[in-house]
């Protein structure tokens, strides 16, 4: 009785412990694995065998033969053999298909099932099997999701013996438990890729609202990854430990994937503005024919009172059309975002706006009202102070949308990194104004590759792609100007880490 007693509270403390260690396990394959090598601990088996429900058939995920010293799968060499029907003769498949447990004590003896297979492999490789232990492994909700054999019991002096009874209840017991883990494993990992998709998914969606960015944030995702794991692979070249753990890259792509959504809210008519003025381009050069014709109009009255011809009145209406011509061709240049605004255009688009006409209704009106010259007057780029805060505005709006969302312990801080990666080094960035180490690397890589893909991309609607040489130039004049990370930079040229995406 005492022996007895003393092997059931073994068992329970077999159990309670292995089901700790399952738990704690959060990689898959150590975890098919354990599930195996835990459970021959156990009976004390020479080998094991964990088959998973693939379809219609049962496919080999782990073996292990202790004596023939073979582990093969989750982590070490890969199974190649052929997956199991799920016909009732095979006993791996009889007992998925029925959820009933199997002790056979000697397969050479046994005729219920088809051990032929068995049979052959120890006639070929000189191994005896003995005695196997099937057993299903049952979710919580029912479901078979995969077998567990074990094969050759052996007792203390090693000689083969049968899996005992009890044995029967322990494994059923360990199997139970690997079958709820590896089930909430795959939930967890379906939910995070449900998640993971669901982001990329409202990533286009922002990217598609506008053709000029339509891979923008992809590619802003897939270099911040690629860089965060170039760090990594110069510090294991100088000995050091690797910064970016899995999890770490995990969470800084998915800001690089979420680092726009706020642009949901940008109005089309600032993302898109391709030029200064653009769609008030077409009403300003109508304006101007209006105030050719009138000025036509009145040249021909004028020549019409005279008695005769004027060299003045040609003259004065010479200059006047060459003033229109030109002031038109100013307003072209201007509207370009490839011209530079300088003091002398901005002066010249001034007088121009300064000049007056008659509408029909006999109202003094100015050639260029104030908005336009206002946007005329841009020194760089298309975007008024105005238009710019609004644009500026989208890193707000991308902090509080996220932090609706709530994201996984791992991902926890993706919402601060999607929105500090305008921050500049020097303290002049946006929208918080950090400044140096008030910068996380995360920030700071973002911010790098935000750039580089704004320089290079071919898909701007106000300039053309930008060569690699040229960019690269003025990320460092920008590392000059205590706007980006050097140190980063330099690793990210040294590994051209833009070759590791692809588009």
């Known amino acids: 009785m005492k022996i007895y007693t003393s092997e059931i509270l073994q068992q329970v403390e077999d159990i309670i412990s292995i089901g700790i260690a399952l738990s704690a396990e959060k990689d898959r394959n150590r975890l098919l694995e354990k599930i195996v090598t835990e459970a021959r601990r156990i009976t004390n ?19 292990q033969n202790e004596s023939m010293n073979t582990f093969r799968g989750g982590e070490g060499h890969p ?8 016909k009732m003769e095979n006993i791996s498949a009889y007992v998925a298909i029925t959820k009933k447990s199997v002790n056979i004590p000697d397969v050479y003896q046994a005729e219920e099932f088809d051990f032929s297979g068995p049979r052959k492999f120890d006639e070929a490789t000189g191994y005896k099997t003995l005695s196997m232990l099937v057993i299903p492994l049952e979710n919580h909700e029912g479901t078979v999701i995969g077998v567990l054999q074990l094969i050759n019991a052996r007792d203390a002096k090693g000689e083969l013996i049968p899996f005992a009874q009890y044995f029967e209840h322990v494994i ?9 883990f590896l089930t909430n494993m ?13 982001v990329e998914v409202m990533a286009t969606a922002i990217d598609s609202r506008t053709p000029y960015n339509a891979n923008h944030t992809r590619r802003v995702a897939l270099l911040a ?9 110069e510090q294991l070249n100088q000995g050091e430990p690797p910064s970016f753990s899995a999890d770490r890259i995990a969470q800084l792509v998915m800001a690089g994937w979420l680092h726009d959504i706020g642009k949901i809210a940008t109005p089309l008519e600032v993302m898109n503005k391709s030029t200064r003025i653009e769609r008030q381009l077409e009403l300003v050069m109508q304006r101007f024919d209006y105030i050719y014709a009138a000025r036509k109009a009145e040249y021909l009255e004028e020549k019409l009172l005279l008695p005769g011809p004027s060299e003045e009145l040609e003259k004065c209406w010479q200059a006047e059309q060459d003033y229109l011509k030109e002031a038109r061709e100013l307003v072209l240049k201007c509207d370009n975002p490839s011209t530079f605004i300088d003091a002398e255009l901005k002066e010249k688009i001034q007088e121009v706006a300064s000049r007056t006409y008659q509408d029909r209704d006999g109202t003094l009106q ?9 946007s005329l007057s841009v020194v760089k780029g298309t975007l008024t102070d105005a238009e710019r805060r609004i644009m500026e505005d989208h890193v707000t709006v991308t902090a509080r949308m996220l932090d609706k969302i709530p994201f996984i312990r791992k991902l926890k801080d993706v919402p601060y990194f999607a929105s500090i990666h305008h921050e500049h080094l020097n303290g002049k960035g946006y929208p918080h104004g950090l ?10 890589i973002l911010a790098l590759v935000d750039v580089f893909d704004a320089l290079t991309a071919d898909d701007r609607p106000y300039k053309k792609a930008m060569p690699l040489e040229q960019a690269l130039k003025i990320l460092g004049f920008m590392v000059k100007d205590d706007q980006l990370d050097g140190t980063l930079l330099d690793i990210f040229s040294r590994n051209k880490v833009w070759e590791k995406i692809e588009g």
């Open 435 to 444: 400044k140096g180490e008030e910068i996380p690397t995360e920030g700071r």
């Open 186 to 198: 795959q939930l967890l990992n379906d939910i995070e890729n449900l998640f993971n998709s669901f």
């Open 45 to 63: 088996a020479d080998a094991g065998t964990l088959y998973l429900c693939e379809g219609d058939c049962l496919s080999f995920t782990i073996m």
């Open 366 to 374: 100015p050639w260029l009202k104030e908005e336009e010259l206002t």
């Open 225 to 233: 990854g690629e860089l965060a794991r170039a760090i990594n692979q």
């Open 79 to 86: 199974i190649d053999l052929p997956p199991v029907p799920m």
């Open 172 to 180: 059923s017991s360990l199997a139970s438990q690997a079958a709820i």
